[in-house]
T-cell receptor
């Protein structure tokens, strides 16, 4: 069964450093998402992406965050200057067609630890 | 503010029993309702979704939706120890993004 893959599985970075989290969505999918989950808290929406542009973003997704689809397969989340409170699990997801009632599949996640 | 509320648990049931998980949501414009299972340190795994009032069954799982009461539930029949996990209720808005509840931790005791 096709799956969304994320790398790395765990990243440790120093506060103030830039990090790039990578995702390979399912190949024929067109809509892409990032969510995050701080330990012990809810899964929170960050951003949705379609047709090479952001379609929606949450309040969390400030100027420190950016997303990109640099080639036909990867979908990346960049945090420019990490803060301690960015420590969380980050999940990527994709859908073939947006606007549907169905759910989407999450990747296995990247655990980001900012020290 | 779109809220999705769940009891955090833990909910403990013996093996073979029915586990009942509940969720309420605040926005009447919500369109689709989902149950995800999450094991510790892992990503959410979709169990099932429902968008019409009533019941939807899939194997040992039954989702129930009551839009008038803004209430969604998940029943797990013949609970197994492997069902022990946190169950996340999620609501889809604008046919796009999810709002998640904080999850109910289920313990199934052998």
């Amino acid at each position: 069964e096709p799956e969304v893959t994320q790398t790395p599985s765990h990243q440790v970075t120093q506060m103030g450093q830039e990090v790039i989290l990578r995702c390979v969505p399912i190949s024929n999918h067109l809509y892409f998402y990032w969510y995050r989950q701080i330990l012990g808290q809810k899964v929170e929406f960050l951003v949705s992406f379609y047709n090479n542009e952001i379609s929606e973003k949450s309040e969390i997704f400030d100027d420190q965050f950016s997303v990109e689809r640099p080639d036909g397969s990867n979908f990346t989340l960049k945090i420019r200057s990490t803060k301690l409170e960015d420590s969380a699990m980050y999940f990527c997801a994709s859908e073939r067609a947006g606007g549907g009632r169905g759910g989407y599949t999450f990747g296995s996640g990247t655990r980001l630890t900012v020290v | 503010q779109k809220e999705v509320e769940q009891n955090s648990g833990p909910l403990s049931v013996p093996e073979g029993a029915i586990a009942s998980l509940n969720c309420t949501y605040s926005d009447r414009g919500s369109q689709s309702f989902f149950w995800y299972r999450q094991y510790s340190g892992k990503s959410p795994e979709l169990i099932m979704f429902i968008y019409s009032n009533g019941d939807k069954e899939d194997g040992r799982f039954t989702a129930q939706l009551n839009k008038a009461s803004q209430y969604v539930s998940l029943l797990i029949r013949d609970s197994q120890p492997s069902d022990s996990a946190t169950y996340l209720c999620a609501v889809k808005y604008n046919f796009n993004k999810f709002y998640f509840g904080s999850g109910t931790k289920l313990n199934v005791k052998p």
